[in-house]
């Protein structure tokens, strides 16, 4: 890519940042020793384009060369940022195709990271807990998006979490989405979100409704453990077209809704963990979204979460950090509610992990 920019574009620095687990800092995609230090998501250029996810020409000292800052995303799913330094008049007449190779490259790493470890390795500004590896491997993305919804995710703390989980898939007509809650610490809890997240992506990779999903996936968690870990898990099969969903609600994690500027906690009828008891029957209850809807699906490790003193974070500190960020895309939410969660913990490490996932709902 590199040897490209520069022969066809005349381009006089080329750079590529991964955005890290923890949404904080763009790390340099360089060849070791590294020679270039991590930029900050929040207050740089290169930040600004991962942010808005458009382009970002940066003004250099020398006043006929521009920095272009293109954001590398592949399905919604944002992965870092192509930074190019080129002539500004370079700059200006090519910014367009220069976005659409930043988009070709992000395919292109998708695929890579198949045959090497360089890209995960630079997404990480230290190391990763075997448990945090293991569960990050297990993650569809943190962002997606179509024409009827936007998604984004993000899990803390991103370097050493627990049981918390989120997968999601997609066809032409449908979305599933799970919200996990897994018992334990470290490896013990990673193995137990491995084996139901596994267990619920092959019934539904089977084409069995979503019910029945939870059912066999109830089984194999029981089977393995005879009823001494559990798993919660909030699941939902959403029709594009329609905005109906099926929904089952085995255990802890929240779903709050944003409609109309006002935010309201949604209920379901609440059913047994996975793998509780032996052969647990589970029943599909109806739910409906509508254009403009934006759903937030937490953990307890965010609404139980208590400050200094002794005071949880509750129910109403969600509704505000919710309407606080209900003009940020969806893929900026859950970091954001996350960092008022931190000052409301009073320190930077929590005791347990904490889960968000923002759902933007625009229908057909």
Known sequence: MRGVLTEQYEAETVELFMADYGLTVLQPVSVLPHTLEPVSIHNSPAGRAFASQAPYVEALSSRASARAHLPVSVRGDRLGVLSVSLLRDQVDASLVELTDIAEVLAHELVVAERDTDLYLQARRKDRLTLAAEMQW??????????????????????????????????????????????????????????????????????????????????????????????????????????????????????????????????????????????????????????????????????????????????????????????????????RAILRELTGHRGRPAPEDDALVVCLDWHGR
């Not at 809890?189 to 619920?200: C, E, F, K, R």
């Not at 409704?209 to 001494?228: E, N, T």
């Not at 052969?279 to 200094?308: K, M, N």
């Not at 974070?313 to 895309?329: K, M, V």
Request: charged share 20%; with cysteine.
């Open 137 to 334: 491997q297990l993650l569809p993305g943190r962002s997606c998006s179509s024409p009827e919804y936007e998604l984004g995710a993000q899990l803390e703390p991103a370097y050493a979490i627990f049981g918390d989980n989120f997968d999601w898939s997609a066809t032409a007509d449908r979305l599933m989405l799970y919200v996990t809650n897994g018992m334990g610490e470290g490896i013990e809890a990673s193995l137990l979100t491995n084996l139901a997240i596994n267990a619920l992506r092959n019934a539904r990779r089977a084409g069995i409704s979503i019910d029945d999903q939870a059912a066999l996936a109830d089984q194999a968690v029981y089977a393995h453990y005879r009823g001494r870990c559990y798993l919660s898990v909030l699941m939902f099969d959403f029709d594009l077209a329609t905005g109906r969903a099926s929904v089952v609600d085995a255990g802890s994690p929240q779903l709050l809704r944003l409609r109309g500027g006002i935010v309201e906690r949604v209920s379901f009828e609440a059913q047994l963990p996975l793998g509780m008891f032996e052969e647990t029957d589970y029943v599909a209850q109806e739910f409906r979204v509508e254009p403009g809807d934006r759903l937030v699906f937490v953990s307890d490790g965010v609404y139980a979460v208590a400050s200094p003193r002794g005071e949880a974070y509750g129910e109403a500190a969600l509704n505000r950090a919710i309407q606080s960020t209900r003009l940020l895309p969806a893929a900026e939410v859950p």
